[in-house]
């Protein structure tokens, strides 16, 4: 069972960037669809980004162009890179992972995920 590392969570100011990492601890994880969701105080969680064994990706409307995946496959790491960051950005950010295929919108799903990390907190605040 592959375990996740999340790493790269903080404050910054509106506009600022971030990058986050999502290690997975198995040779295979490089094949696993992985993706990012974010929970906000008081809000139920959402996905924000994903990436399949395929490299297909997906983003939410509200972070599109302004997030990027990328996976690097020696290092078995999923990185989020977050742009442009505004205010309604701030939330725990959660790695979460499957060995299963995953396409299209269900990418995005949570009860699509069998594996998780233990979550990064991003604050945006000026």
């Known amino acids: 069972q592959v375990t996740l590392v999340e790493s790269g969570g903080g404050s910054v100011q509106p506009g600022g960037s971030l990058t986050l990492s999502c290690a997975g601890s198995?040779?295979?994880?490089?094949?696993?669809?992985v993706a990012w969701f974010r929970q906000a105080l008081g809000k139920e969680r959402e996905g924000v980004a994903a990436?399949?064994?395929?490299?297909?990706?997906i983003y939410t409307d509200s972070v599109k162009g302004r997030f990027t995946l990328s996976k690097d496959e020696t290092k078995g790491t999923v990185y989020l890179q977050m742009g442009s960051l505004k205010p309604e950005d701030t939330a725990v950010y959660y790695c979460?992972?499957?060995?299963?295929?995953?396409?299209?919108?269900?990418?995005?799903?949570?009860?699509?995920?069998?594996?998780w990390g233990q979550g990064t907190q991003v604050t945006v605040s000026s």
């Open positions: 990436i399949n064994g395929y490299a297909t990706m």
């Open positions: 979460a992972a499957t060995p299963l295929y995953r396409s299209g919108e269900e990418q995005l799903r949570q009860e699509r995920y069998t594996i």
């Open positions: 198995a040779d295979r994880f490089r094949s696993y669809s």
